[in-house]
């Protein structure tokens, strides 16, 4: 698949604003049919606490979107990589950072992964500089290489550093809607409030249109207590938590090691299975993407 390159002054940064300009896409089907429109959505997948499944989610979220026929991109913002080495990728001396100085074309910032329909930014050394003013320069270029990525995909999921820095508010600055992935257990609610805490303030000082797309259980499991954990997400937040919830199962943990989605490692799995039910209920929030 060759990937377009990107438009001369396409998408210039000059307030912050911009970074979340609406974009669209316009393309042709395999049988030559034209696809309608559609707002190319981004989304951070954010929570402040380590170990939440926010990779986890990201990756296998990533493929069930593309099991629909959408057009996925995966932005890894961890400096850990785990989602890029997830997805077959490596580490690269390009990232968002460079890309966004310009004269740096997409085709050497965009891998492609192991999962079909999914491409992928790898993580990047230059996400770790020096000093707070480098920080600082590192955050806006984030926002200023987000800004620049082509209208090719339908939608671009953003897996960010669970930390409460640039790496984790720069992506809340170019996004339209954040996930927040809370396994299930009583030690990780309060990375949700944090997060929730987050997109208030984006949303008062830098980004009034970002939205909570949504809440996802994951890894629960069988006890009482992690079942108790979902009830508790639904008695303090409400609606904003999915209908669908994602099981603990060994297959996942045995999937990052063969580089592989669980839709494509186990693909009848009733883990895979819950994947697709997320992903189809986040669709359904987001609009249908694909009409």
Known sequence: MILP?????????EHRNESRQ???????????????????????????KGGSGKTTTTVNLAAAFAETGLRVL?????????????????????????FSEGG???????VPTTASGVHLVPTSPSLIPRGDASRNATGLGIVRGLARLPDY????????????????LAPLVASNHVIIPVEG???AL?????????IKRARRHINPHLELLGIVACRVNKTGHSREVVTQLRSQFGAVVLEHSVRDAIRIAEAPALQLPITAYAPTSPVAADYRSVATELLVRLGDLSS
Do not use: F, M
Not at 5 to 13: D, I, L, N, R
Not at 89 to 97: K, M, N, P
Not at 104 to 109: D, E, I, R
């Open 190 to 198: 309060p990375g949700v409030t944090s997060v929730i805490a987050s």
């Open 104 to 110: 740096v074309g997409v085709s050497k910032l965009v």
């Open 5 to 13: 390159a990107v438009p001369s002054g396409a998408y210039c940064y």
């Open 22 to 48: 609406s974009r669209t896409i316009s393309s042709t089907t395999s049988s030559g049919a034209s696809r309608a429109t559609a707002e190319v959505q981004i989304v951070a997948l954010s929570n402040h």
């Open 74 to 98: 995966v932005v890894d913002l961890d400096p850990q990589g785990s989602a890029t080495e997830w997805l077959g990728g490596r580490e690269s001396a390009i990232g968002l950072v460079e």
């Open 185 to 187: 257990h009583a030690l």
């Open 153 to 168: 995909w339908d939608l671009i999921l953003i897996d960010t550093a669970p930390t409460l820095d640039y790496l984790s």
